[in-house]
């Protein structure tokens, strides 16, 4: 090996791409959230030679997966270099702002980035929609980021070729003429890559190496050279680099001593034919779905089955992963951790592949898939894999069944290969991943099965109750349970045959079995009037940040820029449930280089609490570190200080904590557990008292509904940076609630509030998650910068977030209710329990209440509620916290007295309204008429009539929200009178929620001047002091009010000067009224006691179809229509993009966004974006219809405007209802008793719907 460059390195071995990008080559365009390939936020462009091509080729990539050190070669581009103030903005920016595709903007950068590594491939509108599921969006909802990349799609529709005309009418700074090749070069990280031909010249035989003291890094290029580097350095502690993105997989990842970066290996990257098709260890995975679709074409008589190879790679992570990710990389995963359910391996093992593998010594072995899993690859290398041609009578099919549509591991993923000759099974071979540990191939099965005609029904009943027998999947939360993946497993089979039978052997009705659902291009429309007459107010303007969101320079709090001497602060969690820290050893991480400190809770010098009771909502003192009873697992007890982000945060896990009195108990982690301990059971007197009770009881139904929890999921992660100035601290906080930051952080360190000045911009989404459980980051980060007196971050890794930052309430609600038999309520008995995690503190049950009353006469309705403490972190405050709960509680109740009744659901629901303050039954009216309902209904009856396998529903649901002032938010104006311009400064934190656009939007209303006057300043603990948090979709509104006041306070005082000028324009105005000392600027804060402000209702009324397949539990939405009364909407624009995106995050509460603990530890299980999964892309309705009401203007509200950011989440129970019908339809089939009513588990996963199905295995038949 001839080593050049054999240097040492200041830079950290494992420092990130990412990390490297933000913090040293200080460009914080590129975000982060998820740091394990999951969410998008981190993506930026490369250009470089891929070795299987031989082709300099653009493509994404994870900067959270690729190591700095890796980048040899590539020449980077991040946001940054795309487009910018100074030089102006690129194509894609504008096209984002134009197509209102961004709200809080976090995720943005990483959209912007990742179409930029497709939009010149000729794509077209269905391959953009597929390359979607690399990025995660937790406010849009996803259509306009839809929009925005089918815009640049070869076959784009004329309403998107029009749009991208408009595009350039808006007034956005143009990209100027500067070259962008070297603009974007000054951002590349490689001093040798300014120019991509030098790249792909780099040396082939010039192996780098690192030498970093510890550990050593090496960049190889020949084969030869790793061997040599094992054999020089040994190989008890090595990795091969290649994509790196296994690490995204484990749990808990460490770097081994030595690391061999092979990725430009050649030899390992290229493929050719003997008679088989011999693919390099290493080509990626992506590069093999090229070579897999131009080979089953070239040769499809004998590699035909590749087509479906290529299909089911498209399901393998996401496109940026697949880019750089290996073949070898993916078995050696699965070599690793068996129960790792890798396509790759399933696929091959299903076909007959062999891998050839090369050892130290150098002999070389080939080997099966299944001896492969046993073989010790110590110092051992995956030289290829060989894939073996099949003839036409072999009939290959794979299928792949994920928790949502695109980026997620499987739960059952399956390969069948069937050799038939005149329908006698000759060969075959049944190979599922995720059963078990052991399980490949269904063994029995297969052996049954050769020399047997399967089509036909007692045949294929036997084979299905051998595959019974055999499949016994292994218990292992937060999976999906055995029971669920056996049923996959069988009616994944059952579709096999269903797919490759001859028409003449299977009945029509069970035909489309065999079919995966399919889903076509997704559209949407928004419908809404305007009146141009009020411009600005009601104009569609873009949002206001959207620009600088598109480029990067939208600041969050971790943007701050680097600054000299800072630090890194992470938690170290608790491992246990309930006890006490006996000790913590400080002493052994102290040791390490890079740690600075470890602070525990005597090291916090005021109240150890990150609240302030008595402020609103807020009870009791909650600890910043567990000092005396721990709560439940992983609240944190100790703070690791390290040089850097990602040192912290591993280090943190590396702290021994020993406990004392540890509770032997299994935690309280359910209401049902909780309520039976009178400690945990608070009844509350927040409830609905009957007025009466009607007496034409017919019918009385009785029931349990259960709601789990959701995680905010906001994309930006909980994050604090303190700094350290002369009195005080300056802090940037992710906050919805600047005041609280500045009270808890006084009171902690015990110093007076005025030395705590909080300053923050935006935020990267909060959803309630930033009201409160932010403070206890925020006070850990200002107690480090302080005891150091250094600056300090403090960012929440994904695991450390989800574990102790809180989630949305579970719920349970009991009901008795007698109706007539119309199914109007004659009395309704009802409790519900709301699971407050360890703490009192966020309280809702208010909020409740009023959202059970919804449109309904509540004269006979009797609620109780009540709250449970249980072992898991403390609950908090999520996008209609509580009225989300008990709309969803009565509708559910609505839903069970229709089926008890066998009545149309709306039917009953009409009888039960309130015919005062209820605008409801006429936009029912509306949506059915619009929405072609009746017709729908019809063939939707023809359709589950005609088909066995496959489900349809449509159902309406109504939402009448209550919305009521609260806190006060003030705002001040000022005007310049140097120019007339007006900068604004708020209360109400933008989050997302457009509150920044509206502010400008009504101030130039309000003043007469033009839009482009306004500017609105960050917030300000000083000029917003004493402020309520930002929650209850009333920010925008509120903070317009006071707005409204102070521009009327401005107005009053330029009057008089107004009177003694002729008709001055306003600069003329501002002008004189600077010079004779008026004062401009203007300050008010609206409090909830304002006279001409009044609670009032906003309403809504959704419609969706859905069609369900009944053998795997899948489904789509095929249309959902929306119309919601916004009243006269500040900004339509902004309120559809509300809409939008409050349902689908409702829908995937509903459906994808599943909770696990485990049950004996208390331990979070669903801590990752690897298995906590967020809709996507291709999980929203595939035509997705928002209509804002007509003709409608709000008396009570802000200049006639509803609020509408929490509205729509609480129509998106409407997608179990749905659901529950194509259940039933299903059930009846299967000859279960039609009027049972039975209890479906929230959300509607594949494992619920599964079990609510209940198919039974004899119906698994070919012929009825
Ligand atoms: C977000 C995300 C989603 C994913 N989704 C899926 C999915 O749906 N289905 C699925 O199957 N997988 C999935 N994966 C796993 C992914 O396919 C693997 O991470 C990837 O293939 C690993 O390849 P790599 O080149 O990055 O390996 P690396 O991370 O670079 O290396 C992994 C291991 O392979 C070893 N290795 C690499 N090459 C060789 C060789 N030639 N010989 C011997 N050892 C070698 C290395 O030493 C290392 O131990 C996902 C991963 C992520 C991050
Ligand atoms: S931070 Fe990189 S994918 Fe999430
Ligand atoms: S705009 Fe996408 S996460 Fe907020």
């Not at 894609?92 to 702002?97: A, C, D, G, L, S």
């Not at 557990?673 to 608070?682: C, E, F, L």
């Not at 009401?1189 to 509205?1207: D, H, T």
């Amino acid at each position: 090996m001839r080593i050049i460059n054999p240097v040492t390195s200041s830079i950290a071995r494992e420092t990130s791409l990412n990390a490297y990008l933000r913090y040293i080559l200080a460009l914080p365009g590129t975000k982060a959230m998820c740091r394990e390939g999951g969410c998008g936020s981190c993506i930026v462009t490369v250009r470089a030679r891929r070795q299987t091509s031989n082709v300099v080729e653009t493509f994404s990539v994870n900067s959270c997966m690729v190591l700095v050190f890796s980048c040899h070669g590539w020449k980077i581009t991040t946001i940054e270099g795309l487009g910018n103030r100074r030089d102006g903005y690129c194509d894609i920016q504008k096209r984002v702002v134009a197509f209102n595709a961004t709200q809080c903007g976090y995720c943005t950068p990483g959209w912007v980035m990742h179409l930029n590594s497709l939009k010149d491939k000729n794509l077209t509108m269905a391959e953009l929609e597929r390359s979607m599921g690399s990025n995660t969006c937790r406010c849009t909802g996803f259509r306009p980021i839809l929009d925005t990349f089918k815009s640049y799609a070869v076959d784009a529709s004329p309403q998107f070729c029009q749009r991208v005309k408009d595009i350039e009418e808006l007034n956005l700074c143009c990209k100027s003429k500067v070259d962008h090749e070297s603009k974007s070069s000054s951002k590349c990280i490689d001093s040798d890559c300014r120019n991509i031909d030098n790249v792909s010249k780099v040396r082939a035989e010039d192996t780098i190496a690192i030498d970093f003291g510890k550990c050593k890094f090496f960049k190889v290029f020949d084969v030869d050279e790793i061997f040599e580097a094992w054999y020089n350095n040994g190989v008890d502690s090595y990795m091969l680099i290649d994509g790196n993105t296994a690490k995204g997989i484990y749990e808990t990842f460490e770097y081994p001593k030595v690391l061999i970066d092979i990725s430009d290996v050649k030899s390992l990257k290229t493929y050719y034919f003997d008679q088989n098709l011999i693919l390099g260890a290493n080509i990626s995975l992506e590069d093999c779905i090229k070579i897999f679709v131009d080979t089953s074409i070239s040769n499809s008589d004998s590699f035909g089955y590749l087509a479906e190879f290529a299909s089911h790679f498209e399901l393998v992570a996401h496109i940026p992963i697949r880019k750089i990710a290996s073949l070898a990389g993916n078995l050696m995963t699965k070599h690793a951790i068996r129960q790792f359910q890798s396509d790759v391996f399933v696929l091959f093992e299903a076909v007959g592949a062999t891998i050839t593998v090369r050892h130290v010594n150098g002999i070389e072995n080939t080997l099966t898939m299944i001896e492969f899993l046993e073989y010790d690859m110590k110092g051992v290398l995956i030289m290829k894999i060989e894939l073996p041609p099949l003839s036409s009578s072999h009939k290959f099919r794979s299928y792949k069944i994920m928790p949502r549509n695109e980026n997620a591991l499987a739960i059952v993923n399956a390969a069948f290969m069937m050799e038939l000759k005149h329908d006698t099974v000759t060969n075959v071979s049944i190979v599922y991943g995720n059963i078990s540990e052991e399980f490949v191939h269904a063994k029995k099965t297969e052996t049954f099965l050769k020399g047997t005609n399967i089509f036909n029904n007692s045949k294929l009943q036997a084979a299905i109750k051998i595959l019974n027998e055999e499949i016994e999947p292994q218990d292992e939360p937060p999976k999906a349970s055995p029971e669920c993946r056996k049923k996959l497993a069988i009616g994944l089979f059952y579709k096999f045959i269903l797919n490759i039978s001859p028409s003449w052997c299977t009945s029509s009705c069970v035909l489309s079995g065999g079919a995966i659902i399919d889903r076509p291009i997704s559209s949407g429309t928004q419908d809404f009037q305007i009146d141009k007459s009020l411009f600005p107010l009601n104009q569609p303007v873009p949002k206001y940040e959207g620009i600088i969101q598109s480029s990067g320079e939208a600041q969050y709090a971790n943007d701050i820029p680097p600054m000299p001497n800072e630090v890194f602060g992470a938690f170290v969690l608790s491992t246990i449930h309930s006890g006490r820290v006996d000790k913590i050893d400080t002493a052994e991480v102290l040791e390490l280089e890079g740690v600075v400190a470890v602070y525990t809770p005597k090291d916090i010098p005021g109240k150890n609490s990150f609240i302030f009771p008595g402020i609103q909502l807020q009870k009791e003192d909650e600890e910043i570190l567990a000092s005396s009873d721990i709560k439940f697992y992983g609240q944190p007890v100790a703070i690791v200080v390290a040089e850097s982000e990602e040192l912290a945060a591993r280090i943190a896990k590396k702290v021994k904590v020993t406990y004392k009195d540890v509770s032997t108990a299994v935690p309280v982690l359910t209401i049902d557990q909780a309520k039976r301990d009178s400690k945990r059971y608070k009844v509350s007197d927040v409830s609905i008292k009957p007025k009466g009770k009607g007496l034409n009881v017919k019918h009385v139904i009785k029931g349990v509904y259960e709601i789990p929890a959701q995680y905010h999921y906001y994309m930006e992660p909980i994050s604090c940076v303190v700094v350290p100035v002369e009195k005080g601290l300056e802090v940037y906080d992710s906050t919805q609630w600047i005041d609280l930051t500045q009270n808890a952080i006084a009171r902690s360190l015990c110093i007076n509030e005025s030395q705590v000045l909080v300053k923050l911009r935006r935020i990267g989404g909060g959803f309630g998650g930033k009201i409160s459980r932010n403070a206890q980051a925020a006070t850990a980060c200002a107690l480090v910068a302080k005891k150091l007196d250094r600056p300090c971050r403090f960012i929440l890794p994904l695991q450390t977030n989800l574990t102790i930052a809180g989630a949305r309430c579970p719920c349970l609600c009991d009901y008795e209710v007698g109706v007539d038999s119309n199914g109007k309520i004659q009395y309704l008995n009802a409790t519900i329990v709301e699971d407050y995690g360890c703490s009192l503190n966020d309280d809702i049950l208010e909020y409740t209440v009023g959202g059970f009353s919804n449109c309904y006469n509540i004269d006979y309705f009797s609620l109780k509620t009540a709250s449970v403490l249980t072992d898991s972190s403390s609950k908090t405050f999520m996008r209609a916290p509580g009225t989300f709960e008990g709309m969803a509680s009565i509708e559910h109740i609505m839903e069970h007295i229709a089926y008890a009744l066998g009545k149309d659901p709306t039917e009953v629901r009409l009888a039960n309204m309130r015919t005062e303050d209820n605008d409801l039954p006429k936009l029912i009216e509306v949506l059915k008429k619009e929405a072609n309902y009746g017709n729908r209904v019809s063939s939707i009856k023809h359709f589950n009539e005609t088909n066995r396998w496959k489900k349809k529903s449509i159902k309406i649901s109504v939402m009448s929200f209550p919305v009521i002032y609260y806190g006060n938010y003030s705002a001040m104006v000022t005007i310049y009178r140097g120019d007339g311009t007006v900068t604004v400064t708020t209360g109400g934190i933008e989050m997302g929620q457009g509150a920044n656009t509206k502010a400008a939007q009504v101030c130039a209303y309000e003043l007469g001047i033009p839009l482009k006057y306004i500017s609105i300043l960050p917030h300000y603990s000083f000029t917003a002091a004493n402020n309520v948090f930002s929650g209850s979709s009333i920010v925008s509104e509120c903070v317009c009010y006071s707005i409204i006041q102070a521009c009327k306070t401005l107005k009053e005082r330029l009057e008089p000067i107004k009177m003694k000028l002729e008709k001055p324009t306003w600069e003329e105005l501002i002008a004189k009224a600077g010079e004779e000392q008026v004062d401009l600027t203007a300050f008010y804060m609206m409090t909830d006691k304002e006279k001409d402000l009044d609670s009032y209702s906003a309403f809504a009324v959704a419609m969706l179809e859905v069609e369900l397949d009944v053998l795997t539990g899948r489904y789509e939405i095929l249309r959902v229509d929306i119309l919601e009364d916004v009243g006269l909407s500040a900004n339509p624009n902004i309120d559809v993009g509300q809409v939008e995106g409050a349902f689908v995050q409702g829908l995937g509460y509903f459906t994808c966004e599943k909770i696990v603990y485990d049950k004996h530890t208390g331990k979070l299980l669903t801590n990752r974006s690897l298995n906590y999964h967020v809709p996507l892309a291709l999980d929203i309705p595939v035509d997705f219809r928002v209509k804002l009401r007509y003709n409608s203007k709000n008396p009570k509200g802000v200049l006639g405007s509803k609020a509408v950011g929490e509205m729509a989440t609480t129509t998106a129970h409407i997608i179990t209802h749905a659901l529950r019908e194509c259940i039933y339809e299903s059930r009846k089939e299967s000859g279960c008793d039609p009027t049972e009513w039975i209890n479906i588990d929230v959300p509607y996963d594949t494992e619920s719907i599964l079990k609510a199905l209940d198919v039974k295995l004899e119906e698994m038949v070919l012929t009825h």
